[in-house]
T-cell receptor, first 114, second 115 residues
Framework: DAGVIQSPRHEVTEMGQEVTLRCKPI?????LFWYRQTMMRGLELLIY????????DSGMPEDRFSAKMPNASFSTLKIQPSEPRDSAVYFC????????????FGPGTRLTVT | DAKTTQPNSMESNEEEPVHLPCNHS???????IHWYRQLPSQGPEYVIH???SNVNNRMASLAIAEDRKSSTLILHRATLRDAAVYYC????????????????FGPGTRLSVLP
């Protein structure tokens, strides 16, 4: 398996623009996680899905952020409108099930909002 | 409230063993101890986990104190590639859907390996 795939790897956009980050989890994994990493706040869990259904989105910072998982092999994290404070590295991860010990992380998307 | 505490940074010489400590004095009986690491410019990767007994795998060993209030990740021979941030995380595995605030990456320990 190619592992968790994220695109784009880098994104530079202007404040106010819509940003869409994409993730393809490992085939057969039921859980998908979106994390954000900044120097100030470290690695934060934003939202996670079980079998394409959002389970906990309490980490989503505000209404400008939304995440969807239309099928088992694809998820998006959208920011609209984007702000400079959204600049961070966004990671997607997947795991086999809710009791699995391992989460497999993608390479991340580095987002810069100017 | 932080569930685990780790030193901010540690240094090791190449090819020497490294002992990375983690304190978790409020651990519950059903919390598993997980270790992940994050190499520069990469996503975190799983290293090892345990509940009560010491554990070994190809990457590392995990030594868990008898009272489970602390644990130590042991890299038997550090290489330059082991330079990373190491995270110690607790998770209660009784429930499938309790990731929320129950799988928290703290600041971790930044390990530097000197040639």
């Amino acid at each position: 398996d190619a592992g968790v795939i994220q695109s784009p790897r880098h994104e530079v956009t202007e404040m106010g623009q819509e940003v869409t980050l994409r993730c393809k989890p490992i085939s057969g994994h039921d859980y998908l996680f979106w994390y954000r990493q900044t120097m100030m706040r470290g690695l934060e869990l934003l939202i996670y899905f079980n079998n394409n259904v959002p389970i906990d989105d309490s980490g989503m910072p505000e209404d400008r952020f939304s995440a969807k998982m239309p099928n088992a092999s694809f998820s998006t994290l959208k920011i609209q409108p984007s702000e400079p404070r959204d600049s961070a590295v966004y990671f997607c991860a997947s795991s086999l099930d809710g009791l699995a010990y391992e989460q497999y992380f993608g390479p991340g998307t580095r987002l810069t909002v100017t | 409230d932080a569930k685990t505490t780790q030193p901010n940074s540690m240094e090791s010489n190449e090819e020497e063993p490294v002992h990375l400590p983690c304190n978790h004095s409020t651990i519950s009986g059903t919390d598993y101890i997980h270790w992940y690491r994050q190499l520069p410019s990469q996503g975190p990767e799983y290293v090892i986990h345990g509940l009560t007994s010491n554990v070994n795998n190809r990457m590392a060993s995990l030594a868990i104190a008898e009272d489970r209030k602390s644990s130590t990740l042991i890299l038997h021979r550090a290489t330059l590639r082991d330079a990373a941030v190491y995270y110690c995380i607790l998770r209660d595995h009784r429930l499938r859907d309790n990731y929320g605030q129950n799988f928290v990456f703290g600041p971790g320990t930044r390990l530097s390996v000197l040639p």
